[in-house]
């Protein structure tokens, strides 16, 4: 796994010289390939680069897009690379490579905020959007990644490690004791918001879920994908039941084998 990182000041308040560094340097061992950070104005991201894939190999993060107004922070595997690129070779989108990163914010820049509900596969991803003064934060699926943050009236800051934000100033590192009695009474657990970590001041996005944060301090967080009970695939011969979960199957397994 790779790490992200970034943060976002408030009412235009700049970005403090090497505050995105000290994020990256206590997930340096999520990722030793390389440590790169961006800032402009208010907004800061950083990522640390593993090496996981064959793409990865020529990734730059964080990575903007060509005009600059846009800029991305990935941490992932994406799984239905072929099907987004026979997407965008239809619409005539030139994509200056194919790594994940730049898949991604391409799904971003011609989807929006619906891009998550198009992308398959393991990640957490961040996309500053220049134009509207505002960050998008995306955790997978099943939440497989992880993606902590946290705020106050000066800023909003999120990183792959919650000891990371732990590093900024004013953040809480008292222990969550509504977090820690969880681990004694289970059951306690339905009571409780699921999205608490064990430190006061450090909280995670859900798995699904998706949030907005503007320059004004506005945070919006929402549900863009739930397991839900769907209608029985009926067949007519136990042979077909089995064709058809070889073939699910399979193509599950092929599109995570790179």
């Known amino acids: 796994m790779s790490a992200i990182a970034g943060i976002l000041y408030f009412d235009g308040a700049p970005v403090e010289p090497g505050q995105i560094e000290k994020l990256t340097q206590v997930m340096f061992s999520r990722g030793p390939d390389?440590?790169?950070?961006?800032?402009?104005?208010?907004?800061?991201?950083?990522?640390?680069?593993?090496?996981?894939?064959?793409?990865?190999?020529?990734?730059?993060?964080?990575?903007?897009s060509e005009d600059s107004n846009f800029a991305l922070v990935w941490d992932g595997r994406l799984d239905n690379r072929?099907?987004?690129?026979r997407e965008f070779k239809s619409r005539n989108t030139a994509l200056r490579d194919t790594t994940d990163a730049e898949i991604v914010l391409h799904c971003?820049?011609?989807?929006g905020e619906n891009c998550p509900e198009k992308?398959?596969?393991?990640?957490?991803?961040?996309?500053?959007?220049?134009?509207?003064?505002?960050?998008?934060?995306?955790?997978?699926?099943?939440?497989?990644r992880p993606l902590y943050y946290t705020h106050n009236d000066v800023f909003f800051a999120f990183a792959s490690e919650d000891e990371a934000l732990l590093t900024l100033p004013g953040v809480s590192s008292k222990p969550n004791k509504v977090w820690v009695a969880t681990m004694f009474v289970p059951a306690y657990e339905k009571c409780i918001d699921p999205c608490q970590s064990w430190v006061e001041g450090v909280r995670f996005l859900g798995s699904g879920q998706c949030s907005t944060v503007t320059i004004d301090g506005q945070i919006d967080i929402s549900t863009y994908w739930s397991l839900e009970p769907r209608e029985d695939s009926c067949y007519k011969s136990d042979n077909d039941y089995e064709e058809a979960f070889h073939e699910l199957f399979n193509d599950a397994v092929r599109c995570r084998l790179r």
Not at 34 to 62: D, F, K, V, Y
Not at 82 to 85: A, V
Not at 122 to 129: P, S, T
Request: aromatic letters at 12%.
């Open 119 to 144: 992308l398959l596969g393991d990640f957490v991803f961040a996309i500053w959007d220049g134009y509207k003064s505002k960050l998008f934060l995306v955790r997978d699926h099943v939440g497989a």
């Open 34 to 64: 390389r440590q790169s950070t961006w800032s402009q104005r208010s907004i800061g991201l950083g990522h640390c680069m593993l090496h996981a894939t064959p793409e990865s190999l020529g990734e730059r993060q964080p990575l903007l």
């Open 82 to 85: 072929d099907e987004l690129i």
């Open 108 to 111: 971003y820049l011609t989807w």
